[in-house]
């Protein structure tokens, strides 16, 4: 079993920048991937980045390459996601989840726990 608890959303002029965090606890932190998703009103939920357990690996959505780092703090059992240069197209609900048996994977079906989500306003 796996809990997360994401924090840091809030309200940004575009241009700004966030740093979300995801609190993690249950299962070993170092010994699955994470990854983050967003959902936008009216929009599926769609994949923005993963990092591997060790945090060596990382892949991205184009829509935010180069604009959003992925991370992770295996001693504080935290994932983060620092968003740079922020648009209002990245307005949206973020939410972290844990990939237990691979790492990237882009498909909402593939993933078991997720956190409640932290929404991020990016005003024009």
């Known amino acids: 079993q796996v809990q997360l608890v994401e924090s840091g959303g809030g309200l940004v002029q575009a241009g700004g920048s966030l740093r979300l965090s995801c609190a993690a606890s249950g299962r070993t932190f170092s010994s699955y991937a994470m990854s983050w998703f967003r959902q936008a009103p009216g929009k599926e939920r769609e994949f923005v980045a993963a990092i591997s357990w060790s945090g060596h690996s990382t892949t991205y959505a184009d829509s935010v390459k180069g604009r959003f780092t992925i991370s992770r703090d295996n001693a504080k059992n935290t994932a983060y996601l620092q968003m740079n240069s922020l648009k209002p197209e990245d307005t949206a609900a973020y939410y972290c989840?844990?990939?237990?048996?691979?790492?990237?994977?882009?498909?909402?079906?593939?993933?078991?726990?997720w956190g409640q989500g932290t929404q991020v306003t990016v005003s024009s």
């Open positions: 989840a844990a990939d237990l048996y691979g790492v990237g994977r882009r498909e909402t079906t593939e993933y078991d726990y």
